[in-house]
C-alpha cells in the first residue's frame, strides 16, 4: 500500500485567486491522478500525471486551467487557477504502485475541500 | 470508454449480505475489474479486485461471470460501519478511458 497526503486539507478563497494543491507519497510511483469530486457526486478524473512526461488531460480540462506539476516519483502539485465558486469541489489525487501484487489499485489521497466565495 | 452502471442506492439491514451488481458491457480483455469503498470526507479506499470467477478476501467477495460484462460486489453481514458509497472501475491499466461510475450508496439500517 500506500501513504498519501495532501495540503492543503481545506482552503476557503477568493473568486480569481489560484489555489495550488500538494501530493505527496511515501514511495515512488510512475501514474498518479488528480480527481474532482463535487458534494454528493462521483470522482472526476481531471488528468494523468505521470513523472517525465506531460500531464494529460480530460475532455472538459485544460492545462491554463488546471497546470500539473510533476517533479518527480513521489510529488505532484494541481493548480485551480482563477478560481470561481463553481471550483468549489474535493479534489483527490491518486497513484498506481509498481509491481504491485493487485494490478490496478489506485491509492487516494484525504482530498483537499476546496470552496470558493 | 470503460463505463460502468451501478444501482445508485440500496438499504439494507444490520446482519444481512448484500450484493451490489455491476455492469461494464465494454470491459476489454486485459481489465480488471477492482471496487472501492468511500465514506464521507475520505477518498476511495481499495476493497476487492478480479479478473474472472469468484474471488474472495477478508471484507468481501466478487463474482464475475464468463463473459465479464457484470460484477457482483458481497458484502457478508453487513454492520452500520459498511454504510458508504461503493464504485466499480474498469480499465485503468490497459489505456483504455475510465472513469468512475455514479456508484452505490448503501445505507444499513439497525
Known amino acids: 500500500s500506500a501513504v498519501i497526503s495532501q495540503k492543503p486539507s481545506r482552503d476557503i478563497c477568493q473568486r480569481g485567486t489560484s489555489l495550488t494543491i500538494q501530493c505527496q507519497v511515501d514511495?515512488?510511483?510512475?501514474?498518479m491522478f488528480w480527481y474532482r469530486q463535487q458534494p454528493g457526486q462521483s470522482l472526476t478524473l481531471i488528468a494523468t500525471a505521470n513523472q517525465g512526461s506531460e500531464a494529460t488531460y480530460e475532455s472538459g480540462f485544460v492545462i491554463d486551467k488546471f497546470p500539473i506539476s510533476r517533479p518527480n516519483l513521489t510529488f505532484s502539485t494541481l493548480t485551480v487557477s482563477n478560481m470561481s465558486p463553481e471550483d468549489s469541489s474535493i479534489y483527490l489525487c491518486?497513484?498506481?504502485?509498481?509491481?504491485?501484487?493487485?494490478?490496478?489499485?489506485?491509492?487516494f489521497g484525504p482530498g483537499t475541500r476546496l470552496t470558493v466565495l | 470508454l470503460a463505463k460502468t452502471t451501478q444501482p445508485i442506492s440500496m438499504d439494507s439491514y444490520e446482519g444481512q449480505e448484500v450484493n451490489i451488481t455491476c455492469s461494464h458491457n465494454?470491459?476489454?480483455?486485459?481489465?480488471?475489474i477492482t471496487w472501492y469503498q468511500q465514506f464521507p470526507s475520505q477518498g476511495p479506499r481499495f476493497i476487492i479486485q478480479g479478473y474472472k470467477t469468484k474471488v474472495t478476501n477478508e471484507v468481501a467477495s466478487l463474482f464475475i461471470p464468463a463473459d465479464r460484462k457484470s460484477s457482483t460486489l458481497s458484502l457478508p453481514r453487513v454492520s452500520l460501519s459498511d454504510t458508504a458509497v461503493y464504485y466499480c472501475?474498469?480499465?485503468?491499466?490497459?489505456?483504455?478511458?475510465?472513469?468512475f461510475g455514479t456508484g452505490t450508496s448503501l445505507t444499513v439500517i439497525p
Open positions: 491518486s497513484v498506481v504502485l509498481p509491481h504491485e501484487r493487485v494490478p490496478d489499485t489506485q491509492y
Open positions: 514511495s515512488q510511483v510512475t501514474m
Open positions: 472501475l474498469v480499465g485503468l491499466n490497459t489505456g483504455n478511458q475510465f472513469y
Open positions: 465494454n470491459i476489454a480483455t486485459n481489465d480488471y
